[in-house]
Every structure is written in C-alpha cells, then in structure tokens.
C-alpha cells in the first residue's frame, strides 16, 4: 500500500443550536461530523458516500480548514493542520484544494474567467511572477478543455460543465497534491457528467492528484473510487476498497443504500429486491444512543442500543463496518463493463 | 419566472429553467468577439458596455447640462437671480415674455435665472447628502454584515434608534439647533447642515440595505471557494462582497437623489432649510405655492427642471447598474 | 415490491374509468420569445399516454421535456412562452381549443401534476390538511370539516403515519420524502386520470427516492392512471418506465417500449446517453462521452438537430431533418441511419 498523504483522527464537529437573540444560550449541538478517521493514500481517490444530512458536506469544509473543529486532528505532511499558523496555513492551501458542488454559485459573476483562474496566483503572488499569470491561466484552460481566448468571458455565458471545468481549473491552478471535491458532478446533466468524470480521471493520471471524492450518487463514486466510506448520522459506518463495499457491504445501512440505487437495465427488475428503510433519518441534534442506525435497522438488538459499535473488522467481514452484526450480503450482481458500442459509420 | 431585467439583487442565476437564455446558448453566439480580447477590469467593462447605451448618453448628457449650470449659471443667462427684471415691482408676477422667458415672481424677479441659479443648491444639496448617506450607510453595513455577532447586534441597534426618529422633527432639530433663527445665515454652513441632517437620518436604509445583501453572499460558494484559496478578509470583502452587493445600494442612491431634492425643498419650505436670498428650486417651488392660480409658470418651470434632474439621475442609475452586472450584458 | 414489469393493457379498469388512450399530443411547438430572439423550446412533439400506462419522458436541460408538460397543464407562462401550434387532446377533445373554465375544469380532476420541489410548491403559511382541503370545497363543495376528514384520508394514502395529526401541521415539518408524498396527496385529491410526475424524486436521497417510486407505481395501479414520469434519470426510467420517450432540441428523437430501448438504442444519442451514465453493477467502465454541448434553443443546428455532436453524422445529417420513423409496432426513431442501428447485431 502506498504511503498516506493525509491522515484524519477522530475529527469531531458540533456546531452549538442557541436560542435566543442577545443572550445567547446553547441548548444542545448539531453533530454533524461525530468522530471520524481514515486514512487518505498517494494518488488514490477515497469516495465519501452518504445521504443528504449525514455530514459529508461538513467533513469537506472541516478538511479544507473553513471551519474548526471541535476536537479530533488532520496530519498532512507530518503536521497538525488546525495548529497551524496564518502562513503555514497560506502554505497548506496550495496543496489541499477544493471543488464545489454548483458550478453556478461558485464562481463570482462579477470577475472574468481570467480573473478568476488568475485569482489563485494573485493570492499566492510568489507561485507565478506577474508577467507569466495570463499565460498560465491560458495554459490551465486548455488542460480542462477550455478554450483559452475565453480568458474574458464571464461565468454565465458558459453552460454548467464548462463552469465547473472553470472551478477545477481554478483548483488545479497552486498544483494542489489534494482536491477535495464536494459533489463535482450531481448539478450537472447526463451527457456533460461523464466529460468531468473523465477530465477529473485523466488529471488525476496526469498530475498524481489524490481526490475526496464527496457524493450521494453511488455509482459516480464505484466509478471513480479506490476506496469508499459509508456515512451515516456524521460517522463512517463501513470502509473499504471498491469491492469490499460495493460487492461484499456488511453494514445493513451500506447494504439498504446500495439496494435503492436504481440499475439502468429493466431487467434488473425481476431479481431486485430493495431493503426498504422506514421512517426518516433522525435528528443530528439528538442521535440515538449506541448505533445511530438501530432506529431503522432490520436487525437491531438490545446491545445496538446500549454499546457503540466500532469501526473494524469483525468475523463475518474482511474490512472495517461499525455494525455489531456485520455480514456479508451480497445486494447486486456485478459484471464486467462491455466495450462500447461501435457505432456503424459509413463513408459516402 | 427570472425576468433579467427586474432588479438583480441576487446574483445567481435561475437554475435551468427551459434553458432559453443562458446555459445552452452556445459560448460566443454573437458577442462582439474581437473587441473583447484584452483584459479588462470590472469598471472596465462596465464602461465598455455604457459607451454604447443611448439612455446613458441622454441621462450624462442632461445631468452634465445641469452640473455646468450649477457651477456657471451666468453662462446661460444674464439676468441676475434676486434683483427684479423692472424698476422695484414693476412687472412684478408677469407672463413669459420675450425678456423674461419664464415670466417673474411677485417680487418682479426673473424666474428663468432664478431657476439656472436655483441648479447650484438643489443639486449640491442632493449628490453630495446622497454620496455622504451612501459612504456612511454603505460602510457600516459591510462592517455589520461581514463582523456578524456583537457588532453587528450594536450597529443594528444604533441604526434602528436613527431610524426611529422621525425625519421632519430630526431635521427642524438638527437645523435649529446649529443654526438658530436670527443667526447669521451662511448660505455654505446652512447647505452644510441641511446636508449633514439629511445624512444623519437617512443612512439606516442604505445600511439596511447594504448588510442585508453582504449576509446574503456572504455564505456564498464563491466566498466560500475564496476562502479555500486562502483569500485574505479584505480581498473577500472589496473583490468578491462590494461588487457583488453594490448593485441594491446603487439603486437606492438613485432613488434618494430625486427625494433629497425634494426633501431640500421641503425644509426650506418649513422654514428651516435653504433661506431666501439662496436660490435653489426647493425655495422656488415653496416661495411659488400662494399664487399657483395667479403665476402658474413660477411653480411649473422650477419645479419641470427638478423632475428631469431627477429622472436623469433615476436613468443614469438604471444605465449604471445595468453596466455593472455582467449577466445582463 | 418493485416487480411490476408488465406493459401488458391493463385488465379490468376500475368502473367508470375509460380504458385506452387518455392523452394525446400532436406535433407540439412552443416558443420563448425572449429578447434575444424567438427560442423554439418545443419543435413538433407527439405523445400518447393510456390508461395505466407508464410514459417516461428523457431528456437533458432543454430538452423540453418540462415545458411540454407545463404547455399540457396550461401553467406555462406567457409571455414569454407561446404556443404556435399543435394539439393537446384529453379523451379526444383538444384542450387548447377549450375555454379557460374547461381547462380549469380538467387540472386536477382529468390531469394532475408533482413537482420536484415540494418545498415551493406547498404554501408556507397553511397546513398540509388545509391545503388538501380546498380543493375539495372548492372543486367538491364539501364543508370545512368534511373535506379536513378526506385531507387526512389522502395522507394515510400516501403512507404518512399518524395522518391525523399530520393533517394539521406545516410543509416545513415534513422532511423532504414526506413533503413529496404530500405533494402527491394534493395531486390525486380528485382523483385525475393522468397524473403527470416532473423529476419527483430528483431532489431526494436514493433510500427515499425508492419509497417515493414504489409509492407512485402502487398509487397508479390501484387507479389505473396514466403516469407521465419526466426526468434526466436512466435508472428510474428501467425500473418503473413501461414506454420511454427520448428527447432532445425540443423533439422527441426515440420512442420505444422500455426493454427495446435498454436493449438496442436506436438513435445515437441514446446510446450515447445509455453509455454515459457510471453504473453501479459494472467495474472498470469507460464512459462514453458526448462531444460538444446541448444546442442553443435559439439556434437551433439545421437538419437534424443532434448532429454537430453525433459521431455518426453524414453529409445528408444537416441537410434533412429526419422524421420520426417508424421501425416496429412500439418503436420509432429520428436518425437517418435508424434501421441500420436496430439492425446492428
């Protein structure tokens, strides 16, 4: 196994719920990130899967330093990131980067490609003298698959895929060893989501990029994942290679997810059976003692209430499911991707 | 439905809707494409894209006609605004005539230069009480906005006792106050005090105003994205907020051009503002109510040269802000 | 749960409710006139939906797939939208000859609609029973309490728990799954023979998306609707679809029931659709992209619309537009080189 780059400890975020509006008073916390830990490896792409509320957004914000945390540590190059100082922090900037989710807010209306892309050396004044930066951004439009005499345009006279190749450019612009990126494909459609998947592929290739690859949709992330961690409630509750989750999930909440997740093949609907979860997901601000997902859990016992599982590897599984009763159970059928199809060309 | 034209308060745009405008056009359909090749500033552009709006050409043009007559009157007329046209009284409430072209007042003054004359003070009093109320509200918006927590609480608060008080008492106490009745009327430090109240009890709004929308694109994604490249509060504040929040402000000062003028004209018309022998269009207008009947021409000739000042600066401010946001280009 | 794949006609209709074709669109145009120019959003689509019948409408952004079902529910707004021609017929009489009191009259009792966001499409300030209950006063002439007992019946329909107290409480109680079943409560209050669903679980997660989907194939089976489902999402589509219409520029370029489609895509754009989604089921998957971007609707390529980014375009490609052709009793296609596709082994 390649050597970490980044190396996440028991990474907690509450955010305090007051009431009140001059004397301000905490009446309980938002856990949305609640003890989280992995490990991130030269050049691979970890994909962070979940539904919408269990913290997946705030790790992403944690990790880029916007916001501290409550407690837990992130080590990148051998140093605590959150004690670091303003310049150690300029520092640590160029080489975590991030890229957001909506390619329509994200980038400022009011500042030209060029502006924008150039921002990064702007900020970073010593990366790029001042003479080349036009040129470095001309070059970093063409490495998205820009045209680069659009240097003068402004965001909304792109379409959403080339804006978000605009945010990857901006990104990519310090020579990041990390991109986190929060959601890069689901605001955009179809047909444009596969040219950012690739483009984020082939730049991985081209520049050894280690990706947080943070999505709801999972198979966007089996298709450019190394490793997969499941969030539930703010807690990793299964990590694993692509197969181990995808092919052998133990955790009954990987397993329900996986099982709705719609298959493009009407076929698919003859042998499906989908775990049906009932009620909502509850509320941050007050989880369920012992595993969070007991309250919607098919198997939960009276020790899933009283004992927190822990994430690691049990008996009936070869990688880490914070469940009591972990299990194989294999939800899909996988096979390996055909060729595409060659479609019939003919010369006239 | 996202009508582009209605106010663009907020900055994003309509997620796909039908797709008409905006994310399927294809990139460069019809832009002037050689043209725009060299890098240019946000002013920049604006004022590309201004030179060639006719409402700007017509409202420059009319508020540069007005701001020449502020400064030089005596180059448009050789009347003189307080000595009567005649002898004493003697053509005292006259028709336009061929020597006085907007006819005279009952003191027999001629009402065409008293209104070039009346330009100077109208027009001081409104842009530089609209820039003050601006500057000052605009400021302490972005503080309480971007600061948030106690400060912004504090400045809240001040701005809402300064709202609370009433704008025509605030001004007659103000006014007495610094200049009671009897003292020497400066005709500077009058404007000056008129000037000041304005501002004082006018700058919650444009403060309201402005905080709001910084709290709005405050937790913008591209402020977020900003931040992530390690952008200093400064450089968020005067590169990503002001230019993304000036646009309501701009509007408002617009508005508050064409009130100030009015409201100028109210204080002198309660005694407490500009004082004969100033000259400006507020004195005018009031001086002119007792005889509407009798000299309808000494109301209507200042006060017409009022609207279209106003409606210049309305028009300016539309053609501006329109500039400014690059959506609608 | 989920395994009702049949397309077959549906057996016995409930009483009252006519079987067969319940709406029908003929060659359907609308335009935007925006003051960039006259954007042509609808360019000639036909569609057809029948009692108990799933139509799955694909499309991209743009594509129209949304205004189509706006310009059928008469909520497309105009200006700037427009329509210049064809025909809306629900059993058989054109709507867009019907005065506005019949077409009013159809909305929500002959044809209802779900939004994708249920959020804006509820009112803030009233209960979710309150606004259930006004269209039974109003469209039934119940009284108050009456019509506050359905609004409850509706929500225990759509699977809510504790319906009765749920009736008096706001939209913003509701998290998002149970706001959408709400939402689907107020559509199929009166009962509506053709129950038109625009993205209704795009904004939800995937466990809620799979009860949502169930919930509205079991809703549409009970009632024998037609379900016109509008959405960007390819697996939704194969697990409830019965028919798919495919389109793009404002036409629909690929009809077909949903197995052919899945099986042999006969237009190249739904083959490049179809390869470009990541599947869950596969590994070491190469995704085929689309080159180029969706057409301006104001400029609209000439000929057939998707050829600057077809890879199989000829020269005759931007000089006729093709029709949709019929290629067997359920499936038609708008290429060309349609029946050289189908044929392809």
């Given at each position: 196994?390649?050597?970490?780059?980044?190396?996440?400890?028991?990474l907690?975020?509450?955010y305090p719920?007051t009431?009140?509006?001059?004397?301000k008073?905490?009446i309980?916390h938002?856990?949305?990130?609640d003890?989280?830990s992995?490990?991130?490896?030269?050049?691979?792409?970890?994909?962070?899967?979940?539904?919408?509320g269990?913290?997946?957004?705030?790790?992403a914000?944690?990790?880029?330093?916007?916001?501290?945390?409550?407690?837990?540590?992130?080590?990148f190059?051998?140093?605590?990131?959150y004690?670091?100082?303003?310049?150690?922090?300029?520092?640590?900037?160029r080489?975590?980067?991030?890229?957001?989710q909506?390619p329509?807010t994200?980038?400022?209306?009011?500042?030209?490609v060029?502006?924008?892309?150039?921002?990064?050396?702007?900020?970073?004044?010593?990366?790029?003298?001042k003479g080349?930066?036009?040129?470095?951004?001309?070059?970093?439009?063409e490495?998205?698959?820009?045209?680069?005499?659009h240097?003068n345009?402004?965001?909304?006279?792109?379409s959403g895929?080339?804006?978000?190749?605009?945010g990857?450019?901006?990104?990519l612009?310090?020579?990041?060893?990390?991109?986190?990126c929060?959601?890069?494909?689901s605001a955009?459609?179809?047909?444009?989501?596969a040219?950012?998947m690739?483009?984020?592929?082939?730049?991985?290739?081209?520049?050894?990029?280690?990706?947080?690859?943070?999505?709801?949709?999972l198979?966007v992330?089996r298709?450019l994942?190394?490793?997969?961690?499941?969030?539930y409630?703010?807690?990793i509750?299964?990590l694993?290679?692509?197969?181990?989750i995808?092919?052998?999930?133990t955790?009954?909440?990987?397993?329900a997810?996986?099982?709705?997740?719609?298959?493009?093949?009407?076929n698919?609907r003859?042998?499906?059976?989908?775990?049906?979860?009932?009620?909502?997901?509850?509320?941050?601000?007050?989880p369920?003692?012992g595993?969070?997902?007991?309250?919607r859990?098919?198997?939960?016992?009276?020790?899933?209430?009283r004992?927190v599982?822990?994430?690691?590897?049990?008996s009936?599984?070869?990688?880490?499911?914070a469940c009591?009763?972990a299990?194989?159970?294999e939800?899909?059928?996988?096979?390996?991707?055909?060729?595409?199809?060659?479609?019939?060309?003919r010369?006239? | 439905m996202?009508?582009p034209?209605?106010g663009s308060l907020?900055?994003?745009?309509?997620?796909?809707q039908?797709?008409?405008?905006g994310?399927?056009?294809?990139v460069?359909?019809g832009?002037?494409?050689?043209?725009?090749?060299?890098?240019r500033?946000l002013?920049?552009?604006?004022?590309?894209?201004?030179?060639?709006?006719?409402?700007?050409?017509i409202?420059?043009?009319l508020?540069?006609?007005?701001?020449?007559?502020?400064?030089?009157?005596f180059?448009?007329?050789?009347?003189?605004?307080n000595d009567?046209?005649?002898?004493g009284?003697?053509?005292?409430?006259?028709?336009?005539?061929?020597?006085?072209?907007?006819g005279?007042?009952?003191?027999g003054?001629d009402?065409?230069?008293?209104?070039i004359?009346?330009?100077?003070?109208?027009i001081?009093?409104?842009?530089?009480?609209?820039?003050?109320?601006?500057?000052?509200g605009?400021s302490?918006?972005?503080?309480a906005?971007?600061?948030?927590?106690?400060?912004?609480?504090?400045?809240s608060?001040?701005?809402?006792?300064?709202?609370?008080?009433?704008?025509?008492?605030?001004?007659?106490?103000?006014l007495?106050?610094f200049?009671?009745?009897?003292?020497?009327s400066?005709?500077?430090?009058?404007m000056?005090?008129v000037?000041?109240?304005?501002c004082?009890?006018s700058w919650?709004?444009a403060?309201r105003?402005?905080r709001s929308s910084i709290?709005?694109?405050?937790?913008?994604?591209?402020v977020?994205?900003a931040?992530?490249?390690?952008?200093?509060n400064?450089?968020?504040?005067?590169?990503?907020?002001i230019?993304?929040?000036?646009?309501?402000?701009l509007?408002?000062a617009?508005i508050l051009?064409g009130?100030?003028?009015?409201?100028?004209?109210?204080?002198?018309?309660l005694?407490?503002?500009?004082?004969?022998?100033?000259v400006?269009?507020?004195?005018?207008?009031?001086?002119?109510?007792?005889?509407?009947?009798?000299?309808p021409?000494w109301?209507?000739f200042p006060?017409?040269?009022l609207?279209?000042?106003?409606?210049s600066?309305?028009?300016?401010?539309e053609?501006?802000?329109?500039?400014l946001d690059?959506?609608?280009? | 749960?989920s395994?009702?794949?049949?397309?077959?006609?549906?057996?016995?209709?409930?009483?009252?409710?006519?079987?067969?074709?319940l709406?029908?669109v003929e060659?359907l145009?609308?335009e935007?006139?925006?003051?960039?120019?006259v954007a042509?959003?609808?360019n000639?689509?036909?569609y057809?939906v029948d009692?108990?019948e799933?139509?799955?409408?694909l499309?991209?952004?743009?594509?129209g797939?949304s205004v189509?079902?706006?310009?059928?529910?008469?909520?497309?707004?105009?200006?700037?939208?427009?329509?210049?021609?064809?025909e809306?017929?629900?059993?058989?009489?054109?709507?867009?000859?019907m005065?506005?009191?019949e077409r009013?009259?159809?909305?929500g009792e002959g044809?209802?609609?779900?939004?994708?966001?249920?959020?804006?499409?509820?009112?803030?300030?009233?209960?979710?029973?309150f606004?259930?209950a006004?269209?039974?006063?109003?469209?039934?002439g119940?009284?108050?309490r009456?019509?506050?007992?359905?609004?409850?019946e509706m929500?225990d329909?759509?699977?809510?728990?504790?319906?009765k107290?749920?009736?008096?409480?706001?939209?913003?109680q509701?998290?998002g799954?149970m706001?959408?079943r709400?939402?689907?409560?107020?559509?199929?209050?009166?009962?509506?023979e053709?129950?038109?669903?625009d993205?209704?679980?795009?904004?939800l997660?995937?466990?809620?998306?799979?009860?949502i989907m169930?919930?509205?194939?079991?809703?549409q089976?009970?009632?024998q609707m037609?379900?016109?489902l509008?959405?960007?999402?390819?697996?939704?589509?194969?697990?409830v679809?019965d028919r798919i219409?495919?389109?793009?520029a404002?036409?629909?370029?690929?009809?077909?029931?949903?197995?052919?489609?899945?099986?042999?895509?006969?237009?190249?754009?739904?083959i490049g659709?179809?390869e470009?989604i990541?599947?869950?089921?596969?590994?070491?998957?190469?995704?085929?992209?689309?080159?180029?971007?969706?057409p301006s609707?104001?400029?609209?390529?000439s000929g057939?619309?998707?050829?600057?980014r077809?890879p199989?375009?000829q020269p005759?490609?931007p000089?006729?537009?093709?029709?949709?052709?019929?290629?067997?009793?359920?499936?038609?296609?708008?290429?060309h080189?349609?029946e050289?596709?189908v044929?392809?082994?």
């Amino acid at each position: 196994m390649t050597e970490s780059i980044l190396e996440v400890r028991d990474l907690v975020k509450y955010y305090p719920v007051t009431r009140g509006i001059l004397f301000k008073k905490t009446i309980g916390h938002v856990q949305a990130v609640d003890g989280v830990s992995f490990d991130l490896h030269k050049g691979e792409t970890l994909g962070v899967v979940g539904e919408s509320g269990c913290g997946k957004s705030t790790l992403a914000k944690v990790l880029m330093h916007l916001e501290h945390p409550t407690s837990g540590s992130v080590t990148f190059n051998g140093q605590d990131i959150y004690k670091l100082g303003a310049s150690g922090l300029r520092r640590l900037r160029r080489n975590i980067q991030l890229v957001m989710q909506d390619p329509y807010t994200s980038l400022n209306p009011r500042m030209t490609v060029g502006d924008l892309i150039g921002e990064p050396f702007e900020i970073h004044s010593d990366v790029a003298p001042k003479g080349s930066r036009r040129q470095k951004v001309q070059e970093l439009l063409e490495v998205v698959g820009l045209n680069p005499e659009h240097i003068n345009r402004y965001p909304h006279q792109f379409s959403g895929g080339q804006r978000q190749r605009i945010g990857i450019a901006r990104a990519l612009a310090l020579r990041p060893e990390i991109i986190v990126c929060d959601e890069p494909v689901s605001a955009l459609d179809v047909s444009i989501q596969a040219q950012v998947m690739n483009l984020l592929e082939t730049l991985q290739n081209e520049f050894g990029l280690s990706y947080i690859f943070i999505a709801h949709d999972l198979s966007v992330v089996r298709h450019l994942a190394d490793r997969v961690a499941v969030m539930y409630l703010g807690k990793i509750v299964e990590l694993g290679t692509e197969d181990e989750i995808y092919e052998r999930p133990t955790h009954p909440y990987t397993q329900a997810l996986l099982s709705a997740v719609p298959v493009p093949d009407p076929n698919s609907r003859k042998n499906k059976a989908i775990i049906r979860l009932t009620g909502d997901v509850p509320s941050p601000t007050n989880p369920p003692s012992g595993c969070r997902f007991r309250t919607r859990c098919w198997k939960a016992q009276e020790v899933c209430a009283r004992e927190v599982p822990l994430l690691e590897v049990r008996s009936g599984s070869d990688h880490p499911s914070a469940c009591h009763f972990a299990e194989k159970r294999e939800i899909m059928v996988t096979r390996e991707a055909g060729e595409l199809t060659e479609l019939p060309t003919r010369t006239l | 439905m996202s009508d582009p034209t209605s106010g663009s308060l907020v900055t994003t745009p309509p997620p796909e809707q039908p797709g008409v405008v905006g994310d399927t056009a294809p990139v460069g359909a019809g832009l002037p494409e050689t043209k725009r090749d060299q890098p240019r500033g946000l002013l920049g552009d604006a004022w590309y894209d201004l030179r060639r709006k006719p409402l700007f050409w017509i409202s420059a043009g009319l508020i540069a006609l007005f701001v020449v007559m502020a400064a030089f009157p005596f180059f448009f007329t050789s009347g003189s605004p307080n000595d009567p046209v005649g002898t004493g009284l003697s053509r005292s409430l006259e028709g336009p005539s061929g020597d006085a072209w907007f006819g005279t007042d009952i003191l027999g003054r001629d009402i065409f230069a008293r209104t070039i004359y009346g330009a100077r003070a109208s027009i001081i009093v409104a842009v530089a009480a609209t820039l003050g109320t601006v500057l000052l509200g605009a400021s302490v918006g972005v503080l309480a906005g971007f600061r948030g927590g106690w400060v912004d609480a504090l400045l809240s608060r001040i701005a809402d006792v300064f709202f609370g008080i009433p704008f025509v008492l605030g001004a007659i106490v103000i006014l007495f106050t610094f200049n009671p009745e009897g003292a020497g009327s400066n005709e500077w430090k009058i404007m000056g005090l008129v000037i000041l109240a304005l501002c004082l009890l006018s700058w919650p709004v444009a403060m309201r105003i402005m905080r709001s929308s910084i709290l709005a694109a405050k937790n913008a994604d591209y402020v977020v994205a900003a931040r992530a490249l390690g952008a200093s509060n400064s450089r968020i504040i005067f590169k990503h907020l002001i230019p993304n929040c000036l646009a309501p402000v701009l509007v408002y000062a617009t508005i508050l051009i064409g009130a100030y003028i009015g409201a100028e004209a109210t204080l002198s018309f309660l005694g407490v503002g500009l004082q004969s022998p100033v000259v400006s269009w507020g004195v005018m207008i009031s001086d002119s109510q007792q005889y509407i009947r009798v000299a309808p021409y000494w109301l209507l000739f200042p006060s017409a040269f009022l609207v279209t000042a106003v409606l210049s600066f309305v028009m300016l401010g539309e053609a501006v802000r329109e500039a400014l946001d690059p959506k609608l280009r | 749960m989920s395994n009702v794949y049949v397309a077959d006609q549906p057996s016995a209709a409930r009483e009252g409710r006519p079987s067969g074709r319940l709406l029908e669109v003929e060659d359907l145009r609308v335009e935007f006139r925006t003051r960039d120019g006259v954007a042509k959003v609808i360019n000639g689509v036909n569609y057809h939906v029948d009692a108990g019948e799933t139509l799955a409408v694909l499309g991209e952004s743009g594509s129209g797939k949304s205004v189509t079902a706006q310009t059928i529910m008469g909520i497309l707004d105009t200006p700037p939208g427009f329509v210049t021609g064809g025909e809306i017929r629900f059993h058989g009489k054109d709507m867009l000859k019907m005065s506005a009191e019949e077409r009013r009259r159809i909305r929500g009792e002959g044809i209802a609609m779900v939004f994708q966001d249920a959020l804006s499409a509820l009112n803030p300030v009233f209960t979710v029973g309150f606004q259930i209950a006004e269209q039974f006063r109003v469209r039934r002439g119940m009284s108050r309490r009456d019509a506050k007992i359905r609004a409850a019946e509706m929500l225990d329909q759509v699977k809510i728990p504790n319906a009765k107290q749920r009736v008096n409480e706001y939209p913003h109680q509701f998290s998002g799954g149970m706001r959408q079943r709400v939402m689907i409560a107020m559509s199929l209050a009166l009962d509506p023979e053709v129950l038109i669903a625009d993205e209704p679980t795009t904004a939800l997660d995937v466990t809620v998306q799979a009860q949502i989907m169930d919930l509205l194939g079991e809703l549409q089976r009970e009632r024998q609707m037609g379900l016109i489902l509008i959405t960007h999402d390819l697996g939704v589509v194969a697990d409830v679809a019965d028919r798919i219409a495919v389109m793009y520029a404002g036409r629909i370029v690929e009809e077909a029931n949903v197995y052919e489609l899945y099986a042999k895509p006969a237009h190249p754009y739904t083959i490049g659709l179809l390869e470009s989604i990541p599947r869950i089921d596969e590994k070491g998957q190469q995704l085929r992209t689309i080159r180029g971007l969706p057409p301006s609707l104001l400029k609209i390529p000439s000929g057939c619309p998707f050829h600057p980014r077809c890879p199989m375009a000829q020269p005759v490609c931007p000089e006729k537009l093709p029709p949709l052709l019929q290629l067997g009793p359920t499936r038609a296609s708008a290429c060309h080189f349609a029946e050289e596709l189908v044929n392809r082994d």
